[in-house]
Every structure is written in C-alpha cells, then in structure tokens.
C-alpha cells in the first residue's frame, strides 16, 4: 500500500510562513512528479507547485516568488515552502505524487495526501 502523509499545515497570520511536508510510504517501485494542490471553499482544487525528479519545478502564477518547492528523493518527501502568506493562501493543500507501487509495476498513477488546512488570517 502506498502512502502520502503531510504534515505542517496551521493557522498563520497574514505575512507569515509555512512549511508543508509530505513523505512517501509503502511498496513504492518509483516516484515521478510530485506537487502540491489547493483547494479553498467553494472553489476548484488548482495545482500550486510541481517538481520534477529531475528537479524542474512549475508553479501558479499567484503564488510565484512567495513558494519553493522541493524534494528530497533519498527520504521521498516532498516540500513546500510558502513565504509572505495571505489570506487568499487560504485553502486545503494536498500533497501529490505520481509513483509506481511495486504491486503494480506495469502502471504510473496518481496519489494523494489527506490534505493539511492552511488558514492565514488578516
């Protein structure tokens, strides 16, 4: 069984930083892009930041210059650094990862974190 569990989420007031964790657990073959998504009430859940294993990263123009993404493949956790919050930052941030389980070794798929609440306040 494979496994995203993050860690790091919390109420923050406006200006401040976050650090969001996300390790990797199971029978894992291998791990490819990796990333965050956000979800806020009442909207759709969008990506925020995505790193490849080579390291290429891609983010949300909203968030550009504010958040780093990165990894670390050896713990198979993913980061995610989020500086001069505000309050529209506000959402549910989910880890994803696209991986291989050793069970299934033919076949790449997504899979997804619980999801850690990230609440900036003003």
């Known amino acids: 069984q494979v496994q995203l569990v993050e860690s790091g989420g919390g109420l923050v007031q406006v200006g401040g930083s976050l650090r969001l964790s996300c390790a990797a657990s199971?029978?894992?073959?291998?791990?490819?892009?990796m990333g965050w998504f956000r979800q806020a009430p009442g909207k759709q859940r969008e990506l925020v930041a995505s790193?490849?294993?080579?390291?290429?990263?891609n983010y949300v123009d909203s968030v550009k210059g504010r958040f780093t993404i990165s990894r670390d493949n050896a713990k198979r956790t993913v980061y995610l650094q989020m500086n001069s919050l505000k309050p529209e930052d506000t959402a549910v941030y989910y880890c994803?990862?696209?991986?291989?389980?050793?069970?299934?070794?033919?076949?790449?798929?997504?899979?997804w974190g619980q999801g850690t609440q990230v609440t900036v306040s003003s």
């Open positions: 994803w990862g696209v991986m291989v389980a050793i069970t299934e070794p033919l076949y790449e798929s997504d899979y």
């Open positions: 199971g029978s894992i073959f291998s791990i490819n892009d």
């Open positions: 790193i490849t294993i080579a390291g290429i990263t």
